[in-house]
């Protein structure tokens, strides 16, 4: 059975940091690109970072470059998304999904979905 699981979302206070857990099983997360989105409160959901399977690069959105890492452990078929300085309009739903090999940022372009974590930054 495909699924993927995440989990590392909270509450956190402006300028802390979170690290945010992506599990996949019955298929193999090294095989994929992998994006991370986000959804704010009335907000569409906008892809903010993604590992590229097609030239083995990592990108982020403006509004977290510098501030987010993508990795990947491929051991425990988990990817992470640690987030560090983290403002209070960081605060959404996050998302991370597996697409096909040449999977951007765009929700479309992938197949399979974790269930989402909320992300609370606030003092």
């Known amino acids: 059975q495909v699924q993927v699981v995440q989990s590392g979302g909270g509450l956190v206070q402006p300028g802390g940091s979170l690290r945010l857990s992506c599990t996949a099983s019955?298929?193999?997360?090294?095989?994929?690109?992998i994006g991370w989105f986000r959804q704010a409160p009335g907000k569409e959901r906008e892809g903010i970072s993604c590992?590229?399977?097609?030239?083995?690069?990592?990108y982020y959105s403006d509004s977290v470059k510098g501030r987010f890492t993508i990795s990947r452990d491929n051991a425990k078929n988990t990817v992470y998304l640690q987030m560090n300085s983290l403002k209070p309009e960081d605060t959404a739903v996050y998302y991370c999904a597996a697409g096909g090999r040449f999977a951007t940022m765009w929700a479309y372009e992938y197949e399979h979905w974790g269930q989402g974590t909320q992300v609370t930054v606030s003092s």
């Open positions: 019955g298929f193999t997360l090294e095989n994929h690109s």
């Open positions: 590992y590229s399977l097609r030239d083995d690069m990592s």
